[in-house]
């Protein structure tokens, strides 16, 4: 029998002003971009920003749907989206912020199991990590990568 440990790096900021002027800019259009979503029935909306490998930023929000799995997380449309346009453009970072409920800023924000494994078939698409930036409200956690997030992941080595 063997253990095996598997760990992953946080690394906590306490304000966007700790961020460097890239990773602020591209908070700042999560941010931007978040009260634009469509999220009539859980009234939370989430904003990604994705930076891409030639500096540009590419943004999208959550759409619901009244028939609930229709609907589409905010790192799904701005992934599909890029990757539909710039299909030979990698993916640098992704930045994510939401807004709760009651408009607030949204606490504890964690991608889910789905978006995972999207993010992590870009990474793996253009063989290079893609750092994540999840603007909690009183903290900003950034990863080096998404396959921290996902041990043990589904991927293409299986088929
Ligand atoms: N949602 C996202 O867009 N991204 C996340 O990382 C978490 C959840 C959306 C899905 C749904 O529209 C709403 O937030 C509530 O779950």
């Known amino acids: 029998m063997q253990t095996k440990e598997i760990k992953i790096l946080i690394y906590e900021y306490k304000n966007i002003s700790d961020l460097s002027a890239d990773d602020r800019e591209l908070v700042g259009a999560a941010q931007k971009i978040s009260s634009k979503a469509y999220a009539p029935y859980s009234g939370f909306?989430?904003?990604a920003a994705l930076r891409?490998?030639?500096?540009?930023?590419i943004t999208s929000n959550n759409q619901e749907n009244a028939s609930s799995p229709a609907?589409?997380?905010a790192e799904r449309t701005a992934l599909f989206w890029a990757n539909a346009n710039f299909p030979d453009l990698p993916v640098v970072s992704i930045a994510i912020s939401a807004i709760d409920k009651n408009g607030n800023p949204a606490k504890n924000l964690s991608p889910c199991g789905s978006c995972r494994q999207v993010m992590l078939e870009?990474?793996?698409r253009f063989n290079?990590?893609?750092r994540l930036i999840l603007d909690s409200n009183s903290k900003i956690e950034v990863l080096d990568n998404i396959?921290?997030?996902?041990?043990?992941?589904?991927?293409?080595s299986s088929l």
């Open 52 to 57: 891409m490998a030639d500096g540009s930023i």
């Open 147 to 156: 396959e921290g997030l996902l041990p043990m992941s589904f991927n293409g």
């Open 71 to 73: 609907g589409l997380c």
């Open 128 to 130: 290079q990590p893609i």
């Open 45 to 47: 909306k989430v904003g």
């Open 122 to 124: 870009t990474e793996h």
